[in-house]
Nanobody, 124 residues
Framework: QVQLVESGGGLVQAGGSLRLSCAAS????????MGWFRQAPGKGREFVAA????????YYAVSLEGRFTISRDNAKNTVYLQMNSLRPEDTAVYFC?????????????????WGQGTQVTVSS
C-alpha cells in the first residue's frame, strides 16, 4: 500500500498562486510516476499534470496554457504542483496519484493509489 497526503489548498483570488504538495509513504518507490488530477463540482476527474522521477517525461493538460508546473523531490517522496495565474475555472478538488511504474500517464485508470484531495477555490 501507498499512502498519499496532499496539502496546500485554499482560497485565492483570481490571478493569484498556490503550491500544492503531496507526500508519499508506505510501499513507495521514488521511481514511480506521479500525477495530479482535479475534479470540479458536477464534473468528472480530469488530468492536470504528471511526471516521471527523472523529469525526462512531463505531461500537462493543454487547457492549462502553461500556468502550472509539476515538480518533485525524490529524497522526500514528495510531488508539488505550482499553480500561477489562477482562474475561477481552476476551482476543484485536486488529487495526487501514484502509478506503479516509471512511465507517467494522463489517464485516471492507470494510477493505483490516490490521496484524499485538497480543495482549491479561486474567487473572481
Amino acid at each position: 500500500q501507498v499512502q498519499l497526503v496532499e496539502s496546500g489548498g485554499g482560497l485565492v483570488q483570481a490571478g493569484g498562486s498556490l503550491r500544492l504538495s503531496c507526500a508519499a509513504s508506505g510501499r513507495f518507490f521514488s521511481t514511480y510516476a506521479m500525477g495530479w488530477f482535479r475534479q470540479a463540482p458536477g464534473k468528472g476527474r480530469e488530468f492536470v499534470a504528471a511526471r516521471d522521477w527523472s523529469g525526462n517525461n512531463i505531461y500537462y493538460a493543454v487547457s492549462l496554457e502553461g500556468r502550472f508546473t509539476i515538480s518533485r523531490d525524490n529524497a522526500k517522496n514528495t510531488v508539488y504542483l505550482q499553480m500561477n495565474s489562477l482562474r475561477p475555472e481552476d476551482t476543484a478538488v485536486y488529487f495526487c496519484a501514484v502509478r506503479l511504474t516509471v512511465v507517467p500517464s494522463t489517464s485516471t485508470d492507470d494510477y493505483a493509489f490516490w490521496g484524499q484531495g485538497t480543495q482549491v477555490t479561486v474567487s473572481s
